[in-house]
């Protein structure tokens, strides 16, 4: 099957008017036209919440963002501690937090006037252990910045075994809205080739719309043949014994529908 789409471009802004079936005779009636695409992004992450590995699409080639660097993730640029309490005059150390180890934001940032520091409360992704952070003391030192090998999903999106999203391989399983990937390698920009559109009428019903024209899925056709050769013109399929209404001419006379 094949969609007729209502729009030129596809896919995203284009609404499909119905499917197509095979052997099914279109009228063109605009077109061939070239639809080029933007770059779309390609990840290879890990999924927090189960360890799934594979590559997603945060943006497609025609723009639509399915993930988007989370800046909710931060890691930890200096050891510090996590503590019970807001306050740093009355809280009690419940661990240090070395270099690299991650955490969310759960509450934050707060500027601390009277000390000069900014804390959050987080929430520690190895153990899952919540409290006070400081993440930035009073004499400017940066004790945790912004993960950029965190993405968050925004809409369902298949994370799959390969890069190409075209010719991706099995699927690993779908991500939902919300997840949490950290990145692996990436994100990549993937390139991809003009498509054929062409504007047509389904002779069937007078259905109308777009569709991509490929080598595979249509051809063109006509419903007149020249014969070139003399050759007889049986009253059945079948050739053997049938009737022979005439016999058609080679290079002359009117096409023959």
């Not at 929430?123 to 004790?143: F, L, M, R, S």
């Not at 994370?159 to 990145?183: C, I, N, W, Y």
């Not at 063109?220 to 005439?246: D, F, I, N, S």
Request: hydrophobic share 35%.
């Amino acid at each position: 099957e094949l969609p007729l789409e209502d729009a030129f471009k596809a896919e995203g802004e284009a609404k499909v008017v119905r499917a197509l079936k095979a052997d099914e005779v279109l009228e063109l009636l605009e077109g061939p036209r070239k639809q080029t695409f933007e770059a779309g992004t390609r990840v290879k992450g890990k999924a927090s919440s189960d360890g799934a590995v594979g590559w997603f699409t945060a943006k497609d080639k025609n723009g639509v963002v399915f993930a988007e660097a989370d800046s909710k993730y931060y890691a930890c640029t200096s050891p510090v501690a996590i503590t019970d309490m807001r306050d740093i005059r009355d809280c009690k150390v419940l661990r240090k937090l070395g270099i690299g180890e991650l955490f969310t934001i759960e509450e934050g940032p707060v500027d601390e006037p009277d000390a000069g520091i900014t804390r959050v409360k987080g929430k520690c992704i190895k153990d899952e252990v919540e409290g006070w952070i400081t993440i930035k003391g009073n004499a400017g030192t940066k004790y945790a910045e912004p993960s950029t090998k965190h993405f968050c999903v925004l809409q369902e999106v298949p994370l799959t075994k390969l890069f190409p999203s075209s010719k991706s391989g099995d699927e690993v399983r779908k991500l939902a809205k919300g997840e949490a990937m950290q990145v692996l390698e990436g994100p990549r920009e993937e390139t991809f080739s003009p498509e054929t559109r062409v504007k047509v009428k389904a002779i069937s019903d007078a259905a109308s719309g777009w569709i991509t024209v490929t080598k595979d899925n249509a051809r063109p056709w006509t419903p007149y043949y020249k014969c070139k050769v003399g050759a007889p013109m049986h009253r059945a399929l079948a050739e053997e014994g049938a009737e022979v209404v005439r016999q058609g001419g080679g290079g002359g006379g009117p096409p023959v529908p």
